[in-house]
DNA sequence: CTGAAAGCGCTAACAC
DNA sequence: GTGTTAGCGCTTTCAG
């Protein structure tokens, strides 16, 4: 199994420079650069401005970011950085997310992870060398954060949490939404006693869901029933207390905050024999790959949206880095309509975003 | 909400340059550049050279990579090219991994995902210009593949897959070894009449594993029995099939496939009241978060080496670049003991590397 | 032992 | 309209 050091071959592909383009064409260097980079207007004659950018599409032209960062300082490169990366599934999604993003624009992502926090600021200033134009934070969870003080200085954008002073802008799930929409698609459905199972930890995304979910029971004069709600940590703890409210309330519509919860849903239901698609209907949020799997008449999965705040969060960026060539345009409405409320199919409701803009707008209050 | 064009302050941090360190220590760039290379092996007086150093640390002096990879045509950077990032949760693992590895040199990563892979030539070429300096080739299940063309000509690593042709190195987990270790250690616990669950989908993971459970029982003497074998796919129809196959062949221990296997298993268990740690054994593969939150005894858990593929993988990638200042060093030797076999606790087992060096070698072979 | 000079590929004043 | 020049920060001969 070898030590290494073995040869492989590498034969580079002919890399083109302006240079070449040049006197391929008979100009010079500056002229080149002109055009190849739209600055030709009433400087450079249509003429050979066309005979310039045709011999670089045939030769294949390429610019080269690094020389050209070198005198103009951007690099086309976005720093993305991410705490908790490794430890949950969703990080892929805003990376892909951002990562399609920023390639309609030439960008690209220099990724960091900064899971133990205490190497961050060394892996920061490894992306501020690099000279990335900007910084995508990205959190794992929901929740408020300090833009790190690092990224004040320059333009940031943070994904999946809100900037606590709004020194920047950001972007997260609208929690309230996921749970009024679940429980009116859960009301609509013809459920009239819906239970909340809930997570024992001390979440802030919890907070807003469980107040969209009481919010929506009031609208539809639905009681707010204390046995119907439940917060379960994890294992048998978990099963016995959802069990427990099953056989106290028998309830015949399950909003679960996560896949962990809907998960001792389903092992309750199959213990006592309740179907979810004919006995009973569940809401889940999240799309771990094993719950995503599962479908069956009246299962919902609220889907948080990852990729889009990914992707959102880069545009914004890269409105912020002002680039002169595109407009700066408003954050997305992202307010999916309601999927028709078939009963009896499975559903998949879109959840809205999000968005702080500066200190002016608070999106959050409501 | 907003249209942007907001403006945030950014205040650079100043930067410092070899030019500055030159006039502020009263020597010349080059001097410079050569004591802070290392390069002053007898060329510079240790006085000059302790001197420069000095300053450099004091005025807190980082290279520019952009602008010394103009006269070196490196880097330091490594492109990081995933398929499939989206849809799995494994991504965040392999980056992290990667991430970690490369830190530990300097290096950092660029990351693209190919998804639809139509854009994946583009995708590579813009890694290209960028000018990484080699590529490591991400898989997201494991399985044989071919280098990208375009890769072909630098230096590149595929991870989580084997390169069919060994055009370059390649690392991915052991699958035979999982198989293997999960029915050994089913067995040791005091399992007789263990069953396999799999999946219906047509992957060569599969195969390896089960071999590994085939050889295992054989080895323990007990008996193929193909009624203790089911392959199921998704909803009602999986949990029909497993449900039969213990109603019919009342396994006392189960090696499941991957997450969503191990799912059904969980809710049949749940049916016919059979608990986890009393009734029945359970060894899963993956580590799918909601299943991660669950612990039982004798419930067990293969992790895959999704980080420690990133790592070595990285690694090994940077020793094909051929960094003069590190030595070049083998594949890891991963084989962790199995874990003790307390039967009363839950248990993770970490799963073993399959590496390929080069054509020479045939890791797989068994 | 150290410095001057050239140049990596590109951009941006400023001449012509 | 187009070419010349200078220089981004760094490495690397080659003189001294």
């Known amino acids: 199994m070898g030590t290494a050091g073995d040869e492989y071959e590498y034969r580079g592909a002919p890399v083109i420079t302006m240079k070449q383009i040049a006197t391929e064409t008979g100009v010079s260097v500056s002229t080149v650069s002109l055009v190849l980079n739209n600055r030709d207007r009433g400087r450079v004659k249509s003429e050979t401005a066309k005979a310039i950018r045709r011999t670089a599409k045939r030769l294949g032209y390429h610019p080269n970011p690094m020389a050209r960062s070198l005198r103009t300082s951007r690099t086309g490169m976005l720093g993305f950085i991410s705490e908790e990366v490794a430890t949950t599934p969703y990080a892929g999604a805003i990376i892909k997310g951002a990562q399609d993003s920023a390639s309609t624009r030439g960008y690209v992502l220099l990724t960091v992870s900064t899971d133990g926090s205490d190497r961050e600021p060394e892996q920061i ?3 501020k060398r690099y000279g990335v134009d900007g910084f995508l934070y990205a959190k794992m969870y929901d ?5 790190p003080s690092p990224l004040r200085s320059s333009p940031s954008v943070v994904v999946n949490a809100l900037e606590s002073r709004d020194r920047c802008p950001s972007i997260a799930p609208d929690e309230y939404l996921i749970g ?3 429980t009116r698609h859960l009301i609509e459905s013809g459920c009239r006693r819906i239970a909340y199972i809930g997570t024992t930890q001390d979440l802030p995304a919890q907070v807003d869901r469980q107040r969209g979910y009481e919010a929506a029971l009031h609208e539809s004069g639905l009681s707010k029933d204390p046995g119907l709600v439940c917060k379960v ?4 703890e978990a099963l016995d207390t959802v069990g427990a409210l099953v ?3 028998s309830p015949d519509g399950f909003f ?3 896949d962990s919860r809907s998960f001792y849903v389903y092992q309750i239901a199959a213990a006592r024999h309740l179907s979810i698609g004919r006995d009973i209907s569940l809401v889940g949020v999240d799309n771990h790959p094993v719950m995503a799997e599962t479908t069956a008449p009246r299962l919902t999965t609220v889907e ?3 990729y889009e705040m990914g992707y959102w969060a880069a545009r914004k960026l890269m409105d912020l880095i002002g680039d002169s060539d595109f407009s700066t345009l408003p954050w997305p409405q992202t307010r999916a309509p309601l999927p028709p409320l078939d009963a009896e199919e499975p559903t998949r409701i879109h959840c809205r975003l999000v968005v702080k803009d500066s200190a002016r707008a608070d999106a959050r209050s409501r």
């Not at 929740?143 to 833009?147: A, S």
């Not at 940590?233 to 048998?236: D, M, S, V």
Request: proline share 4%; charged share 15%; with cysteine.
């Open 125 to 127: 200033q490894a992306l």
């Open 304 to 306: 948080l949206p990852h």
């Open 143 to 147: 929740q408020v954060v300090d833009l």
């Open 247 to 249: 056989d106290r309330a």
């Open 180 to 182: 009024y929409d679940a």
């Open 256 to 258: 679960c905050f996560n």
């Open 233 to 236: 940590g994890f294992n048998q």
